[in-house]
């Protein structure tokens, strides 16, 4: 029997004034652009995971206020799947003096039109599906996903 394990992970959709936020992140020593997104750990929920990659990759504090969908991809280069967990956020508050996490560059705003541009740095292609699914309507209530005890 395989022992293959799928990493399970969180990401924010945070727009604001047609402007998205993302991260600019080392990977393998290429940058890469993402939106803030993370491990979901032990012990929190989707929701709480969300906030907190999003505060420790981005300095910014926010708000899930929906669910836009869950995205599995399986990138060539590696022998286990990702499975997203995707989430719009409203942004409430930035901590400037926040050390980012460890790879994090800096975080960004960027137009669609800016990250459509450099498809080719994205981390993966659930990056510009979120947004464009995000800007589509398809939006849950957050209780869609439901943690049972």
């Not at 020593?29 to 997104?37: D, F, K, M, Y």
């Not at 990759?57 to 669910?67: D, H, I, N, Q």
């Not at 800016?114 to 699914?133: E, M, S, W, Y």
Request: net charge negative.
């Amino acid at each position: 029997m395989s022992s293959w394990q799928p990493h399970i992970v969180v990401a924010a959709v945070v727009e604001r004034e047609g402007l998205y936020l993302v991260v600019e992140e080392l990977i393998n020593g290429e940058l890469r652009i993402n939106q803030p997104a993370g491990h979901w750990e032990a012990g929190e929920t989707l929701v709480e995971a969300v906030v907190r990659e999003t505060l420790e990759e981005s300095a910014w504090r926010v708000e899930p206020t929906g669910f836009i969908g869950t995205y599995v991809w399986q990138p060539d280069t590696l022998p286990y799947a990702f499975v997203r967990f995707a989430y719009t956020a409203r942004a409430l508050e930035h901590e400037p003096e926040r050390q980012l996490d460890t790879g994090i560059l800096r975080a960004r705003w960027l137009s669609l039109d800016a990250l459509q541009a450099c498809q080719d740095k994205h981390r993966g292609p659930a990056v510009l599906q979120c947004i464009h699914d995000y800007r589509a309507g398809r939006v849950l209530p957050l209780d869609v996903v439901r943690h049972l005890g």
